[in-house]
């Protein structure tokens, strides 16, 4: 069974900039579609950021410009890179990857964006 685990969240101030990392247990993400959702309070999850399985990059109008997903396949880990951070971020953000028997999810990490 898949495992991912999510740190890199915390509280940050507006403009400035956090990384999230997703590691996996095993060497799946080279050729899986991986990316992040988010979850602010009383609204619905909503897709971030997303790894094709051949490679494209996909983001949310909300962050383009702001934030850069990637992946390092000798680590088995994806990143969010996350800039000019905005009190709209604010939110549980959960990565996934796609595997042969559906969709893991990691644990989800808190962004908290405020002065």
């Known amino acids: 069974q898949v495992q991912l685990v999510e740190s890199g969240g915390g509280l940050v101030q507006p403009g400035g900039s956090l990384r999230l990392s997703c590691a996996a247990s095993g060497s799946i993400f080279s050729s899986s579609a991986t990316g992040w959702y988010r979850q602010a309070p009383g609204k619905q999850r909503e897709l971030v950021a997303a790894i094709t399985r051949g490679g494209n990059l996909n983001y949310a109008d909300a962050v383009k410009g702001r934030f850069t997903i990637s992946r390092d396949n000798a680590k088995n880990t994806a990143y969010l890179q996350m800039n000019s951070l905005k009190s709209e971020d604010t939110a549980v953000y959960y990565c996934?990857?796609?595997?042969?028997?559906?969709?893991?999810w990691g644990q989800g990490t808190q962004v908290t964006v405020s002065s």
């Open positions: 996934y990857i796609d595997i042969t028997d559906g969709r893991a």
